[in-house]
């Protein structure tokens, strides 16, 4: 299948929430749900069936949609295409932390959508396919955290059970560089210099991110060492 089954739109313009709806109807797409705050989105998603979202950055109430997409992906694992009417560096390169499937850039055409749509969902199949059939070898490279989670170098993912732990740019890096020191404290400016290279960034910017992994993966070795750096403990 070209495109996705069930569409969820989140944008806070009636007028563009219409224009996608009939683009996707044309092409015997269903929206699942339209939504314009992140509130009701977050409430409707264990309700509704949803293959991709549809997220316009801007969006009502005070949680944007870069922030809402951060959210969903806490729990749902869906492919997200952005709409923005925003191309400065600074957007993107907040986009860009979270890994999305595509763009769209406002004002669009309906042939543009279609495109974006149809490319990202074949990226989210192929990611999706290929993440369920890798198997650990636990005689390469690969490095043994403890019964549930390995690091494999050599694709820089992390695996959870034998399956692919999906992470943003950030926290892949993160993870790579405590696995290569496992057992070892790394410390602060090392990993602001691994993780933002010539960026000035605060001591805060790499809490918040231990902090997502944490929270993302809670039973995770992850371990702070007061005024020097962090570690992952490796039991096996």
């Given at each position: ?23 996707l109807s044309q092409h015997k797409v269903n929206v699942s749900g339209c939504f314009d705050n992140a509130a009701d989105t977050l409430a409707a998603l264990n309700d509704i069936e949803c293959s991709m979202i549809l ?139 691994h993780l933002w290279e010539d960026d000035t960034v605060a001591d805060s910017t790499l809490r918040t991110l231990v902090y997502s992994v944490r929270k993302l993966l809670p039973d995770l070795p992850i371990v702070s ?12």
């Amino acid at each position: 299948m070209d495109l996705p089954e069930n569409v969820m739109i989140v944008e806070d313009e009636v007028i563009t929430q219409r224009h996608l709806q009939d683009i996707l109807s044309q092409h015997k797409v269903n929206v699942s749900g339209c939504f314009d705050n992140a509130a009701d989105t977050l409430a409707a998603l264990n309700d509704i069936e949803c293959s991709m979202i549809l997220m316009d950055i801007n969006i009502k109430g005070p949680v944007d949609g870069i922030q809402l997409a951060k959210k969903i992906l806490e729990t749902h694992p869906l492919p997200i295409v952005f709409i923005t009417a925003h191309n400065d560096d600074a957007t993107l390169e907040e986009l860009l932390e979270l890994a999305p499937y595509g763009f769209i850039s406002k004002p669009f055409s309906s042939k543009e959508v279609l495109v974006a749509l149809k490319i990202a969902y074949k990226r989210y199949l192929v990611h999706t396919e290929t993440s369920n059939v890798r198997i650990i070898d636990e005689s390469s490279t690969d490095i043994v955290i403890n019964e549930y989670y390995v690091y494999s170098p050599p694709v820089s993912m992390l695996y959870y059970d034998r399956q692919v732990v999906k992470l943003n740019k950030k926290q892949t890096m993160l993870i790579a560089i405590l696995s290569k020191n496992v057992n070892t404290v790394v410390i602060y400016d090392t990993l602001i210099m691994h993780l933002w290279e010539d960026d000035t960034v605060a001591d805060s910017t790499l809490r918040t991110l231990v902090y997502s992994v944490r929270k993302l993966l809670p039973d995770l070795p992850i371990v702070s060492h007061s005024k020097l750096g962090y570690s992952l403990q490796a039991t096996r």
